[in-house]
Structure formats: C-alpha cells, structure tokens
DNA sequence: TGTACATCAGTGAACGCGCGTTCACTGATGTAC
DNA sequence: TGTACATCAGTGAACGCGCGTTCACTGATGTAC
C-alpha cells in the first residue's frame, strides 16, 4: 500500500480472475497450474509470486472477495425486515405449530431470493467455492467452513430476534439455521450447475425451510424435541 | 475370466485399495498419478493399463465395488422392515400431522443406524465418494449422483409402500426422499471426517428426517403442500 | 524543485524433476486338438 | 497325455513434455531530504 490506495493492483486482479475461469472449467482451483494460470492472465508465470504465497492465497482473496458483500447485503435486508417485523403485532399470527407462519413465510421467501440473486450474480466464485468445500486444501476447506458458520450464525439470530419459532431455544435454533444455510448453498449450486428453472429453485429452498420450520415446531409442541434426539 | 473365476485379479485389487488410500490423503481421485498409484501399491506403473483404461475406469469399478452391498443390505432391510410392517395395524397410528410416526420412528431409526453401520466398514470408499461427487471427472460425478438418486427411489418407494406419509403422493414423497438421502450422505461424511459420536451424528441425522416428514405432511394438511411452492 | 534511493510489478531464461504413455519383452496359466 | 498356441499380468527402459521455482534484471512510481 506504499502505492496509491484506490488504484487496484492490475495483475493481482487478471490473476484472481483468471483463476475463478479456469476453475469454472476443470472444477477445482487444486488442479490449476501456476504457468496455466499466468498464460490465462497473459503474464510471466513468474508474476504469480509477486502477488501471491500460493494458490492457497489466491483461494483466500477470492474468498474475501466474494463473502463480504453477500453478508453485508444479507445484513442490511434483516435490518429492513425487523423494522418491518416491529410494526407487526407480535405473537398474534402464532399458527397451531408454533411457527409464526404469517411473518415467516415472507421472511423465508426474501431471504431465498436474495441468495439467489448474489448466487446468480457471482456464479464463478460459488461454484468454485462449494467445490472447493471439499477440496484437498485444508486452509480453503477451513475458510469456506466458517463463511457457512458466520451466515448459520446470521441466521439463527435473526430468527430468535424476529421471534419466527417462539417455542424453540437458541441451541436448537442455531442447529436448523446451520441445516437451512447448507441446504441453501447446495440449491444455489444445482441452480447453478445444472442451470434449471430460478423460481423453481427458489420455491423449492423456501419449501424445504418451512418444513425444518414447522416440523421442528410440531415435535417440540409433541415433546419430542431435538435434544430426545440427542446432539 | 479366461482364468479361473473366484481367484480375484491381485494387481487390480492392489491399486483400487491404493487408490482409496491414497485419495484419502490427497483428498481426491483426480489427483492421484498413475505412477504414484503403482508405487503406492508396489506395482509397475505400466500395469495399471493391464486393468484400467483410466483413472475414470478405476474410479467406477470402487463404485461398482462398495454400492452394490450396501444397496443390497438396505434392500434386506426394508424387506424385513416390510414384513414386521404387515403386522401392525394400518393407520391405527397415524397422528394429528398426517404422519404414522409410530411405524416412522422406528423405521427411521432402523435405516439410519444401518446405513452408519455400513459407512463405519467402508470409510474410505464413502469419504473418496462424497468428495468426488463435485470432483472434475464427469463420468464419476455422474456414476456418484445415479447412486444417489438410486437411494432416493428405493427410499420413496419404501415410504409409498409402508404407507408412512400417507398424505402425501408419490412425486412429493420423492423430492422429500431425494432430501434425506442427501442429508443422510452428508451427515454420512461428516461423521467420518469429523470423528465426531457416532450415536449424536445418527440422532441428528433422524430428527432432521422426522422434522421433513411432519413438516410436510403439515403444511400438506394446511394445504400449503409442496405444489404451491412449485417445483 | 531536484536528486538519490527504495519499492514494486513485471519480464525472460534456466534448472531439475516427475509425469503419462509406449514399446518390447517375460513367464505363467488356460485351451484346442 | 502331450504339444502347440493364445492370453494374461506383469516388468523395465525410454520418450518427450510441462511443471514449479529461482535468479538476475528492468522500468515505473513513490519517498526523503
């Protein structure tokens, strides 16, 4: 940063996004070549160096690149919506489940859709990144595991603050929210991937979140709730 | 099969049990040599061509090798699981949401511990699976979601013919099944990698199945069942 | 304003290495007659 | 029971290639005084 700060570092840039291309094709950024990556970019191989320690370094500024504005926007929507959730009467669309369906329907739905639409925005940097999820690099796979962490955390408070499943404790909150978000990520790959219908996609995510929602609900409500099933 | 029948090709065993060691530790099949595989398994490099076209070829005979009995076994088992079924009254326990919970929990349960049982015995084919169903060899990756998808009906259709969500038609009960496959491999994974309880992973593992089945079959009985939200 | 120096992003040549694949060969086993 | 032949699983040497990484260098830009 000795240089001018809001010129952006042009080769930095060719690489990162050189790398999320080739990645696109041969599915993982593991199997990149230094070299392959270069020639991608039109520089030296060597330039690599000059910006990064290794692929495992590159996989984390595109990481960075990619997760911050997601949450931030994801951030200013829950905002929204508990200013919205403030002015409806609380407790008082509490359904025979224990969800309160009437605020999470739209809250669920919201949600989804803005997933979808970043999802669809950086298609790249997500099907490299669920990819890698599993991939041989530790430091990526452990990067990729806390960006999942930190939006199950999001989530989970979120739904404690706006109060959608009144009957249910935190740990258990927390436990749904951390299901709903890796099912999230999956859909948006398999949107992604097998390039199906949007909305299909989105309805079927939204399904999915209300039936953990209101199944978890109705067996609290039967007293089976998820600590009798242990974890 | 020139040669006697029941005397297994040696080096063909050899570099398939190779392969998966050695994909457990560079975390995938792709990114195994053919040289590195032949060393690990004491072999010339060369006698890899004696057995496999490739590495895609190699890939698919450890799939043959280890979906086959589990298939089999869960096959078993639902036979099994059948039959008791034919001995207990019919819908005399179906409950409040639509969903005979009392022949659902056991069933459950009783699938679920199997098919950890099964993962337990094969850790390596299952963790090298998981991970290549995203992997960069399309051949494998669509080898890996056949199976998947295989599980899936045989999950449905033993639900349609148990009548455990007897609320529920067929397509639906599908898609539901395609979910907890799904999960169930997932969890399946994580259990593995994370060595983590293997009686908490189960438990977890059936109460998101628990929480899908009555979550669906309520918001079936509400008439928000899974058509509206298209899909 | 000039000047000297440091830093930075980039180049190009060179290294040694391990790789996939091919070729020609071997010995053991199975098959036909 | 022999004998001739085919097949099969394995070896070992050799090929050419692309790779990661290092070294020494360049010119542009920023900084100190």
Redesign the pocket.
Known sequence: M???NN?A????R?LMAAALRLAMLRRSLSL?????L??EA??????????FK?MDDLGLAIIRDVVEPLRNSLREMRIAAAIAGDNTPALESLDAYGVELARALPVTRQTVRLFFDFVAEHPQAFIVGMRELNGPSEVLRAALQQVMEDFAADMAEDIVRLNLLPTLDRAVVLKLSRMIIRQMFQASLEFLEHGCDRAACCSQAEAHIIMLFVGAASLKKKGVGMETFGG
């Open positions: 000795t240089k001018s010129v570092a042009f080769g930095k060719a990149l070549g230094i070299r392959e270069a020639r039109g520089l030296n191989p060597n330039t690599f160096y000059r910006h290794g």
